[in-house]
């Protein structure tokens, strides 16, 4: 299924749930509470790059795809980014417990997007395991896409950090 989302739309409405970072959190036994994010409130007026993956702690995003987002960020920031977000088809306290293991506390956003409902319904889920997202990279400016590459091939090239880096 091809993407439904192109260059100048305004991104569809969603919600996604997170646990929003706190310094409890450093603590391995705190889960926190999930929070819902409505994107089309949140978002408004802001610069957010958005990438998905198949899954929290697999190894090509695990490895490969977050970490080099987590390792620019400054990048990112200098370039005018105001929100940088990971999304994925597990549920927050899967995406807060990876966010957690990987360091990301309050500069990357851990979204789930439970079963990948929503980009199920937008052709962003994964063609090999539905219920999980694609791999694939957002670019939003006041919630226009500005940018959106999915991957046609395992590995991350045009979503990764550097790729999204040259289109800002």
């Known amino acids: 299924m ?6 100048g739309d305004t991104i569809p409405p969603a919600t996604f749930s997170h646990v929003p970072y706190s310094p409890e959190l450093e ?6 509470t999930p929070v819902q994010l409505d994107i089309h409130k949140e ?4 610069k957010v790059v958005l990438f998905a993956v198949p899954g929290a702690f697999t190894p090509t995003c695990h490895v490969n795809h977050l ?11 200098k370039k005018g980014v105001d929100i940088i977000a990971v999304l994925a088809g597990n549920d927050a306290f899967v995406m807060s417990g990876w966010g957690r293991f990987t360091g990301l506390k309050d500069k990357i956003l851990a979204l ?6 929503w980009s199920k319904e937008h052709g962003l889920n994964s063609d090999r395991a539905p219920e ?3 791999r ?6 006041d919630l226009k896409v500005q940018s959106i590459e999915v991957e046609s091939a395992p590995g991350v090239s045009v979503s990764g950090a550097d790729a999204v880096l040259a289109k800002l």
Not at 67 to 77: H, I, N, S, T, V
Not at 112 to 117: K, L, M, R, Y
């Open 43 to 46: 978002w408004k007026g802001k």
């Open 112 to 117: 789930s997007d439970a079963n990948a409902a």
């Open 136 to 141: 694939w990279a957002i670019i939003l400016d």
């Open 67 to 77: 970490p080099p987002y987590l390792e620019k960020y400054d990048e990112f920031k």
């Open 132 to 134: 999980r997202t694609g």
């Open 27 to 32: 603590n391995g036994l705190v889960c926190g």
């Open 2 to 7: 091809a993407p439904t989302i192109k260059v």
